[in-house]
């Protein structure tokens, strides 16, 4: 094997460990927001704050990301296509730091909603966070695998969790208008439910570095958008409030 044989050998097998370090990272960050709504249904405090203390070791892995990639880049000088996966690694390992984020929102937001008496919509986050947690394993999946593909059914998939997430806005509104006192429980479920969506956001973040980092171009389709809750004049509040999203 000659000198420069061994350099390429040598980048793919840092690029390679770096994958496998954002897979692991973007894990954490779902097993974080399964945890989260896991306090939610057991009205746990303490657990909860577990869960928000643990976003520490998401963030930490995002900051060696972060170092490995400039130390790719200061040594290995990396063009083209090389180039794109590195800069690749370093967007979507913030947008799991993101998610990651959320999530701990999600779980320090279920302190405040224990201590008050439960409401039936708040089972209503499961669905939810079941629909943006599958989003982020199957875009990590694309990445890891370079399936550009499957990244793109992810990104066209993301209009479920947005229309979920509207149906679920819908049904809160309605219980806080027919109960003055849903409306602290139901706005600590606004909140969370939000975060939940936007977590579905970061995904499709990741599925459109995936689809450049093998392209070598963007993803210039437009993205069908459900999320009504922008736009009240189109949120319909006549469903009943037990009505499941």
């Known amino acids: ?115 008050v008496a439960p409401i039936s919509p708040t089972k209503g986050l499961g669905h939810l966070a079941e629909l943006a947690a599958t989003e982020v394993r199957d875009v990590l999946k694309a990445y890891h695998d370079q399936d550009a593909e499957r990244a793109y059914e992810v990104w066209k998939d993301d209009a479920e969790l947005d229309e979920a997430y509207t149906g679920y806005f819908r049904q809160l509104l309605t219980y806080m208008m027919e109960d003055p006192r849903n409306i602290t429980p139901c706005t600590h479920l606004l909140f969370m439910a939000k975060n939940i969506e936007r977590i579905g956001d970061h995904a499709t973040n990741i599925a459109e570095n995936v689809w450049y980092q093998v392209h070598g171009e963007p993803l210039t389709k437009r993205r069908p958008n ?20």
């Open 1 to 115: 094997m000659n000198s420069s044989d061994h350099i390429i050998k040598s980048y793919d097998s840092e690029l390679i460990r770096l994958t496998g370090e954002i897979v692991r990272m973007g894990e954490l960050s779902v097993t974080q927001l399964e945890a989260a709504i896991d306090v939610i249904e057991r009205r746990d405090e303490r657990a909860a704050q577990r869960v928000v203390g643990n976003d520490e070791a998401i963030d930490q892995l995002e900051q060696e990301i972060s170092h490995d990639v400039v130390r790719l880049l200061a040594l290995r000088a990396p063009m083209a296509g090389d180039l794109r996966n590195v800069f690749a690694a370093l967007r979507i390992a913030a947008d799991i730091e993101r998610i990651g984020d959320y999530a701990a929102n999600v779980a320090k937001r279920s302190i405040p909603l224990s201590m």
């Open 226 to 245: 459900r999320d009504l809750t922008s736009n009240p004049q189109q949120i319909n509040l006549g469903d009943k409030p037990d009505q499941p999203v």
